[in-house]
């Protein structure tokens, strides 16, 4: 199986998520993460959807479908070393007294995240960095108890020169 | 100023001059300057302000009351593939909008052009369970090429322009508007102003092929020993049929056409090899393995061509000229894509093309021919047994017409053969339902045909079966008056699923055998004239009667009862192993 990253650029339309995602569906194609902002032009937004999938071929058919909607403006397939990518995590972990105290100094230095906020009994970590380097820190923190633990989609940039506007169709794209 | 001006002169008569057009006047008059003429439509609570505001608009907008909504669908896609203009229909909400479902289903697969105004309930109600609302909006999304709600009146002249821009462009296909009550009743807070021209930014089809792709089809073209050409819909809805003509004439090539593709070249042209797919032709279907260079023009490789993709032309090199890029090298990998309209693909190519002919690869087709006729058609048509073939009806009906009329088929074993036995003479004849193989679609889009066509004759071929489907829009021919020809291939089965038991389920005939009503009675009591026949001897001037009448008329033809179609290519099968018996 390899990792695919789609960035699909859309028009701002009510029910676009709900018409990209069906192209998925009736392919039985599982999303791993769906991430959508607006992007820096006005009236564009921008669709991060990461597969995983053991054929080339079927994840070009895939993208020409989804070029294929009137509202979409582009969509790029890429592979993990054509982007830099992230996701960020959340924990919410448990420090009840008397409990293993937790090392910020190593959440910090080695791990590079860090406490964002301070409750009672508990604090929330965000550790930002790829699938990989959270599911490392995930095995790390595990040693204190996770009340919650969830992370976002994939967000990601090509490793290109070129801007979003010379990925769109030819038009007056104007800057937020 | 002036566009204001405009605007008042627009307005309907005895409406204020200084108002603004309400959301349902708006729609008309989108319609209008548009250029629809037709509509086909059935009124209920929800579009009830716009069926008020067409009230208005009867000199300028012909609405045609059909009986229930799927019959409005498959009436604007019969209307359409006459015009290659979008077929209109208006419904309301709910379950109006619903049972117009499967026309759009059937549209998307066959790349019909259709604007399907739907209307739906208050903008206040949305989303609250209200009296007939239905997500219709997330219900068509996947079977329509584009859709969208309206809430806001001041929206509908640029929707509308967008609808007809997105239905007739590019690969054309089905476009559903779902606009609320209140988008209706609302007036404008803004003059009328409609654009016919629309440039929707993140849907620019390409239309002229790229010169390189251009180049590289005809260098493989050229090349080409054994070169075969594959026509489909694509060439009819380009309007291509002339150019696809000089194409082959110059470079002498063998051409068939899909089921879609049909009547696109002359059934009688020398070069015309027939059809591909399961019930096409023997020599279509299994040479397409030994050509080696395959062209197909505005088709999409539908699996009821290609049969097993594993080794369908794999010894071919193949040049795929299509205007939706999703399709290239979707089913079949294109050597020699051309992302473009078939009639500009074909202009382009035309020069670059050397005069050819293939006269040993072409007697190879004619070789097949000889045994299909041998085994299959010369029983078809030259049949001893007491009851009538549907192959030698549809012979007859073809002689009789000279070819010319267009046949409006429905789905089963009398739409394969129809297919088979008529032999076009003219483009724009065979309208059918192929992609999703509706039926009941014959009816109403026979009458949707001849009125988009109604210089020509046009004759619905039906089987028992499929009649009784969508059997209630008699009352919408015999309304309109229209002289609609309907032929019901009665074998008193569900002919073609019995086939497939008899030949792939030992015969266990589960659920197939109709009871039949009395068909010529029924059409009687929608004030349909008609008559049956079952006696051989009698089928020419029973052709005659229907041929002849200037009113609708029900032919009923009582047809052997277990015929099978053939050749048949099995589903899923490799496209030589054709049976014939
Ligand atoms: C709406 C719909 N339901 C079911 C089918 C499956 N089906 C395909 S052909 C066929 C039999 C058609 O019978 P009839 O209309 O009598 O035509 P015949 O094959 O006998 O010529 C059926 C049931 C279909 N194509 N469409
Ligand atoms: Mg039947």
């Known amino acids: 199986m390899t990792t695919y990253t789609l960035s699909i650029f859309t028009s701002n339309t009510i029910g676009l998520l709900n018409r990209i995602t069906i192209i998925f569906t009736r392919r039985r194609l599982n999303i791993e993460s769906l991430t959508v902002c607006e992007t820096e032009r006005k009236g564009v937004s921008r669709f991060t959807i990461v597969i995983r999938h053991d054929s080339r071929e079927a994840v070009e058919k895939l993208v020409r479908q989804i070029r294929k909607v009137v509202d979409v403006l582009a969509v790029f397939g890429y592979l993990d070393h054509e982007i830099v990518f992230n996701e960020i995590a959340l924990f919410k972990i448990a420090t009840p007294l008397g409990g293993v105290p937790l090392n910020i100094k190593e959440i910090n230095l080695d791990w590079n995240a860090k406490v964002v906020h301070w409750g009672l009994d508990y604090v929330v970590i965000e550790k930002n960095g790829t699938e990989q380097e959270i599911a490392e820190f995930y095995h790390y923190i595990k040693n204190w108890e996770i009340l919650e633990y969830l992370k976002s989609g994939r967000v990601a940039v090509g490793k290109t020169e070129k801007g979003l506007v010379e990925y769109l169709p030819e038009g007056d794209w104007e800057v937020v | ?581």
């Open chain 2, 1 to 581: 100023m002036a566009a204001q001006t405009q605007t008042m002169t627009a307005a309907p008569k005895n409406k204020e001059p200084e108002q603004f057009l309400t959301g349902a006047q708006a729609i008309m008059q989108s319609l209008v300057e548009q250029g629809v003429d037709t509509i086909f439509g059935y009124p209920g609570g929800a579009i009830m302000p716009t069926y008020d505001a067409l009230y208005d608009y009867q000199d300028k907008l012909k609405h045609i009351l059909v009986r229930h909504e799927q019959g409005a669908g498959h009436a604007a896609q019969g209307y359409a593939r006459m015009t290659n203009r979008a077929g209109v229909a208006m419904v309301t909400s709910g379950p109006g909008a619903t049972n117009l479902m499967t026309p759009i289903a059937d549209a998307m697969l066959d790349s019909t052009p259709l604007v399907c105004i739907v209307g739906q309930v208050k903008g206040n109600l949305l989303g609250t369970d209200a009296f007939q609302e239905c997500d219709i909006i997330g219900i068509s999304m996947p079977i329509t090429k584009w859709n969208y709600q309206v809430v806001d009146a001041n929206e509908i002249p640029e929707i509308i322009a967008k609808a007809f821009h997105i239905a007739e462009s590019g690969r054309p296909g089905p476009v559903l508007i779902d606009i609320t009550r209140t988008a209706q009743t609302d007036k404008m807070t803004q003059p009328f102003k409609y654009e016919k021209k629309v440039d929707v930014i993140s849907y620019r089809p390409r239309v002229v092929p790229k010169q390189e792709h251009i180049e590289a089809a005809a260098k493989l073209i050229n090349a080409a020993k054994k070169p075969y050409i594959l026509a489909g819909h694509g060439v009819l809805l380009a309007n291509a049929q002339d150019e696809l003509k000089q194409f082959i004439e110059k470079a002498g090539i063998p051409v068939a056409t899909t089921l879609l593709g049909m009547s696109a070249v002359d059934a009688d042209h020398p070069l015309y090899v027939g059809w591909p797919g399961m019930h096409g032709n023997y020599g279509a279907n299994v040479l397409t393995n030994e050509c080696d260079v395959l062209i197909a023009i505005g088709m999409r490789f539908d699996d009821r061509i290609t049969g097993d993709l594993g080794t369908y032309a794999k010894q071919a090199k193949v040049v795929h000229i299509e205007i939706d890029p999703a399709e290239i090298n979707k089913n079949v990998f294109a050597d020699a894509p051309v992302v473009g309209d078939a009639k500009e693909a074909l202009k382009a190519l035309l020069p670059l093309i050397n005069t050819n002919s293939y006269p040993e690869w072409r007697a190879e087709f004619a070789k097949y021919d000889a045994i299909e006729y041998e085994k299959i058609t010369k029983k078809d048509l030259f049949h001893e047994g007491d009851q009538i073939k549907m192959g030698e009806a549809v012979a007859m009906l073809s002689d009789k017409t000279k070819g010319e009329a267009v046949t409006v088929t429905d789905v089963g074993q009398h739409q394969m053969i129809a297919n088979r036995y008529y032999r076009f003479k003219k483009p724009f004849s065979s309208v059918t339902s192929g992609g999703a193989g509706t039926m009941g679609f014959a009816l109403p889009a026979a009458f949707g045909a001849k009125m988009g066509a109604p210089d020509r004759e046009v004759v619905a071929i039906i089987g028992d079966g499929g009649f009784q489907m969508t059997i209630q829009e008699l009352g919408t021919i015999a309304q309109s008056g229209l002289p609609v020809k309907i032929i019901i291939l009665n074998n008193n089965f569900l002919g073609m699923v019995r086939q497939w038991q008899q030949l792939f389920f030992d015969r266990r005939y589960s659920f197939v055998e109709l009871q039949n009503p009395d068909f010529i009675t029924i059409a009687k009591g929608f004030g349909i004239a008609g008559h049956t026949v079952s006696d051989r001897a009698k089928l020419s001037e029973s052709l005659d009667t229907l041929l002849q009448s200037d009113k609708p008329y029900l032919l009923e033809i009582i047809c052997e009862k277990e015929e099978n179609v053939f050749p048949m290519v099995p589903a899923g099968a490799c496209v030589t192993k054709v049976i014939l018996e």
